[in-house]
């Protein structure tokens, strides 16, 4: 069969998909990721170990399918998004571990650039907030810290652009270019002209020639080097998309109004905006979906992101409350319910709609009746509960809201959708793969090269296998004032 291959460079660690024409799975591999917390707030990773975990889980399924007999058509690529690394392209040294989406490092220097004035302007110009989530914040850090003097050439870049880089042959070849979903995560990239934008750079720093070119998300970015990766020597990359944009194509929202929710390291709701760039709305973020060249015009996106759901599951599971995370569903199942459990998951400040740096992650209404059971159960409805509020803030920004489409882990659990669709007032529907972000890249790089035809053609691929209906909402309702005044004390 002709194979498109998908790269998915998440938060938490590596996978390569090998999808075929129907967009169903023949074979994936997966390595989880370092993560290093220097500080309270801090996250980083190693950029050499994304890039070993790369190449090792593109060899594994290139060479199994290979020796299966098929071919691979093209590769498609997808990635944690604002996570931001710092190098020299001359030599390929990299000035320090790469500071990861969720660091807070930032904060203070966002609070003193909103008090100058400057966030209706970043607004209008990037559809973003002046947070520390974002990539221009950490590139001026790692400026301020003497790294771009005369014995440097600083290039900075996101993951994506830093894996074509090296997978085309970094120092010897590499390709230095990213594409607008990625670009417009950085408070750098005009919303309106797709490129970066010179009073950004200014503020923050930052000059043209440090940052990579941007091309439309479909279209021949470069080849992989067989120096790199021998098994797909020559095979062209494609696709390229960040991976909630992924995970929106992947999830076939191409109508505007339809709403995908990924619960990966966090929780994050994109809706499909159309071809005009969104007004504001409070509390979320306007960025651009896609550019798909040739096959059609520029898409928009509202979103809202939690900043940890299954990093939360994975903080219990490393406590010791399970053995697997894939065990904190029947762990909830344990118990009736809560007990009264609130369960603040801001390990890393809230994110939508709330966009509070400082607040720091809580666990509320303990007593000595309470055992595991209770604590998974009320992470399970805060999960639930921040989604709540996005979906609660679109409504209010006059989205209508048709269903939600539901992928990542912990979409797995029964529990969390039917509470989603409660909270949410919405019909919540789990797709048929919850690797919708891999799928989202395949099906972008298979277009380029002509294995797919059309968006309508990707619709027909996608269904749903489960629909989840909202219930009587007079608990959850009653649940959910109660964590958001536990919020405040957060």
Request: glycine share 10%; aromatic share 8%; hydrophobic share 45%.
């Amino acid at each position: 069969m002709e194979l498109i291959l998908a790269l998915d460079a998440g938060t938490s660690g590596v996978r390569t998909v090998a999808f075929d024409p129907d967009l169903e799975v023949v074979d994936d591999s997966y390595l989880e990721l370092t993560q290093y917390f220097p500080a309270p707030g801090e996250v980083e990773h190693d950029p050499h170990e994304i890039t070993r975990l790369a190449v090792s889980t593109l060899r594994d399924v290139a060479s199994r399918v290979r020796d299966a007999g098929h071919h691979i058509a093209a590769l498609g690529l997808t990635n944690q998004r604002e996570t931001t690394v710092g190098f020299d392209r001359e030599r390929g040294d990299i000035f320090q571990r790469a500071i990861v989406w969720q660091d807070r490092r930032t904060a203070a220097l966002c609070r003193d650039l909103e008090d100058e004035g400057h966030g209706d302007t970043v607004r209008a110009t990037t559809g973003l907030v002046l947070d520390s989530y974002f990539s221009a914040t950490k590139m001026k850090w790692m400026l301020e810290r003497g790294l771009a003097d005369d014995a440097l050439r600083p290039s900075f870049s996101t993951i994506d652009t830093w894996l074509l880089w090296t997978l085309s042959g970094g120092v010897e070849s590499g390709v230095f270019v990213t594409e607008p979903s990625n670009a417009s995560r950085t408070l750098l990239m005009d919303l309106a002209t797709l490129d970066w934008s010179p009073a950004m750079m200014t503020l923050f720093g930052v000059s043209r020639a440090m940052l990579a070119d941007v091309r439309a998300s479909a279209c021949s970015f470069a080849v992989v080097s067989g120096d790199v990766v021998p098994e797909l020597a020559g095979v062209p990359v494609t696709g390229v998309l960040g991976d909630q944009q992924s995970a929106l194509f992947g999830q076939a929202c191409f109508a505007p109004g339809l709403v995908k929710a990924t619960y990966g390291t966090g929780a994050f709701l994109l809706a499909n905006a159309g071809d005009k760039i969104p007004s504001v709305v409070n509390g979320l973020l306007s960025t651009v979906a896609w550019d798909l060249g040739a096959f059609g015009s520029t898409s928009y996106a509202l979103e809202g992101s939690a900043f940890v759901a299954g990093a939360a599951v994975q903080w219990l599971r490393d406590l010791g409350f399970m053995k697997s995370s894939s065990d904190l569903e029947s762990l909830a199942l344990s118990v009736n319910d809560s007990a009264g459990i609130q369960f603040v998951p801001a390990f890393t400040g809230l994110g939508s709609p709330f966009w509070d740096a400082d607040a720091r992650g809580a666990i509320m209404g303990l007593s000595r009746s309470v055992g595991k059971g209770e604590i998974a159960r009320a992470l399970v409805e805060a999960l639930a509960y921040q989604v709540r509020a996005i979906t609660d803030s679109f409504r209010d920004g006059g989205l209508e809201l048709g269903e939600l489409r539901a992928d990542g882990g912990a979409a797995a659990m029964d529990l969390l959708l039917q509470l989603q669709a409660t909270n949410s007032r919405v019909d919540v529907l789990r797709s048929s793969t919850l690797e919708a972000t891999a799928r989202g890249a395949a099906s972008v790089a298979g277009l380029e090269v002509g294995l797919w035809s059309s968006l309508d053609e990707l619709s027909e691929r996608w269904r749903g296998v489960a629909r989840f209906q909202p219930k009587d909402p007079v608990f959850v309702d009653a649940g959910y004032e109660a964590w958001r005044r536990a919020l405040e004390r957060a």
